[in-house]
Nanobody
């Protein structure tokens, strides 16, 4: 099993920054592609960013390109999401996810591409 715990959310003014962390345990962290999703009240859970097993490839939804950066630190079993130039529309609960299927050869952008999820961390951006 893979357990994920997010942290780093909070309240920030528009234009500010936050760094989210996702700590993984239970299995070899570097074996899995990882992603961040977010869900605003009353909305679906949407893809934000993903990173390949090696960390050599990253992917972002268009609305966060140039503002958010996903990275991973295998030694610490942690994935990060650095969020800069935050906007009120970034307000959501942010979830970390792991793709546990060994045979997958692509990094998914859909919630059902991921099998392990954290509990979420709230990010609120005020105007």
């Amino acid at each position: 099993q893979v357990q994920l715990v997010e942290s780093g959310g909070g309240l920030v003014q528009a234009g500010g920054s936050l760094r989210l962390s996702c700590a993984a345990s239970g299995r070899t962290f570097s074996s899995y592609a990882m992603a961040w999703f977010r869900q605003a009240p009353g909305k679906e859970r949407d893809f934000v960013a993903a990173i390949s097993r090696s960390g050599g490839n990253t992917y972002y939804t268009d609305s966060v390109k140039g503002r958010f950066t996903i990275s991973r630190d295998g030694a610490k079993n942690t994935v990060y999401l650095q969020m800069n130039s935050l906007k009120p529309e970034d307000t959501a609960v942010y979830y970390c996810a792991a793709d546990l299927i060994p045979s997958r050869t692509v990094v998914g952008r859909r919630p059902y591409d991921y099998e392990s999820w954290g509990q979420g961390t709230q990010v609120t951006v005020s105007s």
